[in-house]
Nanobody, 119 residues
């Protein structure tokens, strides 16, 4: 059974930093595509950052240069380092893993962690 558990959210002032963690069980992170998405109040679900199983990364334009996705294969954990946080980054952040086998692909999501950027 695949499970994703996020942590690291909280309240931070504008310009501050947070690191989100996503502990994965049931599959290994280095064999799968992983990513982070967010959903702010009244906003659509947005894919913030993604990493392929090969390690390639992509980011939404508004977070480029501020956010970094990474993974620790030994800990089977995916991270999102967020620097220079802005009020518009306030959202619930969800970890995602896409597991692909010969039978097809399945997307898994964590329960979400709240990030609030406010002074």
């Amino acid at each position: 059974q695949v499970q994703l558990v996020e942590s690291g959210g909280g309240l931070v002032q504008p310009g501050g930093s947070l690191r989100l963690s996503c502990e994965v069980s049931g599959v290994t992170v280095d064999d799968n595509a992983v990513g982070w998405a967010r959903e702010g109040a009244g906003k659509q679900h947005e894919l913030v950052a993604a990493m392929t199983h090969g390690g390639g990364t992509t980011y939404m334009n508004s977070v480029k240069g501020r956010f970094t996705i990474s993974r620790d294969n030994a800990r089977n954990t995916v991270y999102l380092q967020m620097n220079g946080l802005k009020a518009e980054d306030t959202a619930v952040y969800y970890c995602n893993l896409v597991h692909t086998t010969f039978a097809g692909s399945h997307s898994y999501w964590g329960q979400g962690t709240q990030v609030t950027v406010s002074s």
